[in-house]
C-alpha cells in the first residue's frame, strides 16, 4: 500500500504517483498529441508535450448537450487529439457516459452525436424497466436516495438505462481523451475537514489531493484495513450518473421552493408509487432516506486504516456519501489539477446556471488555500451579467485556464441572462428544438474561437 506499489485488486493504494495504467495511457495518447499539434506547425520533442485537459462543468441535460456539440466543433478544426484529459462533473458526465459506451468514439464522433441526438429524441424507458431496475438497486447493501434519482430523474434525461461498468471499458479507448469523473465527499465538505475531491477513472477510485485509491472494480465493496472484506459488484454508469447529479437538483429544488420541505419530498416519493407501480417497500425505504438526507452511500474503503498520511476523518466511519460535484465547485478542477497530472492548459467550458465566472473564482480561491498553482482571476464587474465568450488567465509558474460561458453577449446578443433561464437546470427533458438551439449556441462558442485556442496551445507549448 505504498507509493510505489500498485495495488493488486482488493487492496487500497496510498500514494500520489498516478495509476500505473493511467500513466501507461497517458505515454501513449502525448504522441497522439504530439502528431496533432505539428500538423499545426507547433513543434515540440516527445518529453515536451503540453498537457492539455478539457473540463465540462454541471448544467443537466443543457451540460450535457452543449459539450456535446463542443467536442463536435473541437474535433471539426482537428484539435481534439490536442486534448489529453477529459472530465467532467454532473451534467457533462451523461456526456461523457454516453460517449465512453461507443469504443473509441473520437474517430467516428458526428456518427456517434447522431446516435446520441437520436436516442435524447425517442420515447425513453417504460415504467416497468424503471422499476425492474430500482428492484436490483434495492438488492444492495445501501439504497438511498441516489438510486430512486438515477432511475425516475436520470433515465428521464438521458433516455436509457447505462448498466455499462468503467472496467467494461478498459482498454476500448487507446484512440480518445482519458475520461476522470468528479463527485465529492458530503461529510468532508459540510465539516470543511479531510479531503472531498473524489475522481473515478477507468483504472481507479479514490480521494484526488489525499492521496487514496483502490481498483474501480473494488469501489463500492466493503474495506478493512486496507483490504476488501465483503466485494459488491461494480457501480454502473446509470447509478454513477445520478450519483454526479442528484443532490445538486435537488438543493436547488429546496432553493427556490420546488420542494419547500422534506414532509413534502417524503410525500412526492410516495406519490410516485402510483406512477411508477413501485412496491411499497421501495417507497418506504426512499422516505426514510429523505428525511436523513441520504445520497450516494457507500462503503468506506479507508475504514480502520492507520496511516498519517490520510485525514483522520477519512478513516473513522463504515461508509461515506458521495454526492454531485456541482454543490462545491462545478468544475473538476481540484482532481485535475493533481501535480503529477501536471496539467499545462485548461480549457474549461462553463455551462452553469447563474454567475458565469463563480466556478473559476471558486476554483482560485480554494487553490489558493491550498497552495495549488493556479492564475489570479480578475473579470470586470461588468461582465458578470453580460460575459464575453472567451477569457485567458494566466501566470508564472501557473497552468493556463481558458474560461468559456455557454451563454454570452457573442452568440446570445445583450440578454444572455435570459439563455440561462429558458435553459435552466429545473426545466424538463429538452425537445428537439430546444436541444438544436443549445447546440447551436456551444458550437459557435468553438467555431468562433478556433484561433483564439490554437494560439493559447502554442503559447504553453512553446513555454514548456
Known sequence: MSASKPQESGEVRLGHSLNKKEEEFVARRKITVLQCLQKFNIHCSQDRVPNIAL???????RAMVALLECLVQIDKAG??????????VSGSTWCMASLYKEPNWSTKLETVKENIIKRLGGPGVSWDDKSAK??????????????LWAVLFVTSYVKEIDEQTFTDQRDQHNEDPYPIYAVIDKQCKRREEGDPWFEISPHEAGYSLTGAFVDTCDFGSQFDNGLKKKHQNEMDMLYLQGKKHCCRTAVTCRKRNVIKDDWKCSKIIFQLKTLFCIDIAFIY????NTAGRIWGRNYNFLHNMTDESVPAALLQKETRDLIDAGLLINSPYLSMLRKERNIDLFIALDFSDGDPFTTVREAAKTCKKLNIPFPE??????????????YVFKGQNVPTVIHMPLFNVVNCGDKPGDWRKKYGILKGPYSAEMITEVMGVAG????????KLLEEIRAVAEAK
Open 79 to 88: 484539435l481534439l487529439d490536442c486534448i489529453l484529459y477529459l472530465s467532467g
Open 134 to 147: 430500482l428492484k436490483k438497486y434495492y438488492m444492495k447493501d445501501f439504497f438511498s436516495l441516489t438510486d
Open 285 to 288: 425505504i426512499a422516505q426514510i
Open 55 to 61: 473540463l465540462g462543468s454541471g448544467g443537466g441535460q
Open 444 to 451: 459557435k462558442n468553438i467555431s468562433n474561437n478556433i484561433e
Open 377 to 390: 482571476v480578475n473579470v470586470p464587474s461588468d461582465e458578470g451579467k453580460k460575459p464575453k465568450d472567451f
